[in-house]
Every structure is written in structure tokens, then in C-alpha cells.
């Protein structure tokens, strides 16, 4: 399944690009805070779903996320 997660939603610490938390294509765990059926799709968080999740994460030499 593909959605979207709002910019303000990826980490616990403000990023200005989602490439700063992501990258196309990355899988990540979310859960879903909101259902609008009138928007056809669920809100969700990649911060409310790891309360760890504290400062963006950062890429290792293989392009990974940590």
C-alpha cells in the first residue's frame, strides 16, 4: 500500500525536506491517527509510531537508515 505522511508527521525534530527523514521508496512504520473517508485515505505518523523517534534519523555509508 502507498500513502502519504505529512512533513511535520516523519520525525519528533522539525525537518525541511523529507529527503532530510527519506527517501522514495524507503518502507517505514506508521500508524494511522486519523480515517477521512471524504479524502479517501487514512492520516498517519511515522513520529507517533516510535516514541524513540526524537531526532531525524541519519543515513549509514550504505544508504540505510538509522
Request: hydrophobic fraction near 25%; proline fraction near 6%.
Amino acid at each position: 500500500m502507498s500513502c502519504f505522511v505529512h512533513l511535520r508527521e516523519l520525525t519528533g525534530a522539525p525537518v525541511h525536506n523529507a529527503s532530510d527523514a527519506v527517501r522514495a521508496g524507503d518502507e517505514v512504520t506508521v500508524v494511522v491517527t486519523e480515517s477521512d473517508r471524504e479524502r479517501h485515505g487514512p492520516t498517519l505518523s511515522r513520529r507517533q509510531a516510535s516514541s524513540q523517534d526524537r531526532c531525524p534519523p541519519t543515513r549509514s555509508s550504505d544508504g540505510s537508515l538509522t
